[in-house]
């Protein structure tokens, strides 16, 4: 019997997949192989990386772990990258790129292609989001740049990354925090949802300070920034006095939609009652509704 074909990948892997070709995926780059792949070998010293990737922070442990794999295995899955004047640049693979300077090898495994500044930030940025490598700052601010100077519409970024256009809106809202506040986002001290409450507070970065200082939950940071506004406690009042009911009173659920789709990057809707309820998730492209089974079957993504 004949050995099964590999499933093709699906969802955001087919999105890289078609940006790249079709000649990125993983492979074996020896022999035979290699050369009808179009794998070509290229030395360490000719590469570099692109100056607008949008991962800045490498995890130190992981690149060592990495390193010592290629180290004793070599460098199984080439690098992508673009012809310059001189030299290569790298299209998408910095980290494999880094993790094999460690390990001391003088020549790497690469996949040429001649791809535009637009397309090669395309590509990074996918790569980068389907191994869940970039914080919620370098993705916002990859998103800025392909809409600034490449003019991607918020819909386009969402198709191209397979996100909902509310959940790159909301991504683009965290860059107009504080320098400080966007700091402690991109190193984990505050997370997406953290940051998304203090957007709207007079004072963010003081309050960011308390957060962690504290080590609030989202929940409490937001009534901590409704708290911090001007007249919330007037108008509260107002409505219980007028005995109408206060929408805050559902904070929890909408905390919990909003985390819901910051993860999925997909409209999250919940209706609860006294007897249970309902999560609706709205999809707009069959690549989510794929997204969407895949993660419910608990298949890799």
């Known amino acids: 019997m004949s050995e ?83 030299g290569w640049q790298i299209v998408a693979g910095e980290r494999r790129w880094r993790a094999a300077q460690r390990a001391r090898l003088h020549e790497v495994p690469v996949i040429v292609r001649e791809f535009s500044d637009a397309e090669t930030l395309e590509v990074a940025l996918v790569e980068n989001i389907q191994r869940e490598d970039l914080n919620a700052i370098e993705e916002a601010e990859a998103y800025k740049r392909l809409a600034e100077e490449y003019g991607h ?15 790159i809106a909301n991504l683009l809202r965290l860059l107009e925090l504080p320098e400080p506040v966007r700091g402690s986002v991109a190193t984990g001290e505050l997370s997406m949802g953290h940051a998304r409450a203090l957007i709207t507070a007079k004072d963010p970065e003081s309050l960011a300070r308390e957060v962690t200082r504290r080590g609030l939950s989202v929940r409490d940071t937001e009534q901590l920034a409704r708290a911090a506004k001007p007249g919330d406690t ?57 997204m969407i089974c895949q993660r419910l079957s608990g298949e890799p993504i």
């Open 4 to 86: 099964a074909a590999p499933k093709r990948p699906s969802g955001l892997g087919r999105g890289l997949a078609a940006l790249l070709g079709e000649t990125a995926r993983e492979q074996s780059v020896d022999g035979a192989n290699a050369r009808a792949a179009g794998v070509q070998v290229l030395p360490v010293a000719a590469i570099r990386p692109h100056p607008g990737q949008p991962r800045r922070h490498f995890d130190e442990d992981a690149l060592d772990d990495l390193a010592a794999s290629i180290a004793a295995r070599g460098l199984i899955q080439p690098i992508v990258v673009r012809p310059l004047a001189e």
């Open 234 to 290: 007037t108008r509260a009042s107002r409505k219980s006095e007028a005995g109408v009911a206060d929408p805050s009173g559902n904070a929890d659920i909408a905390a919990l939609e909003r985390q819901l789709g910051d993860m999925l990057g997909l409209k999250v809707r919940i209706a609860h009652g006294e007897e249970g309820g309902a999560v609706t998730l709205a999809y707009s492209t069959l690549d989510q509704l794929d």
């Open 153 to 167: 519409t918020q819909e386009a970024l969402g198709r191209l990354v397979n996100k909902s256009r509310s959940h």
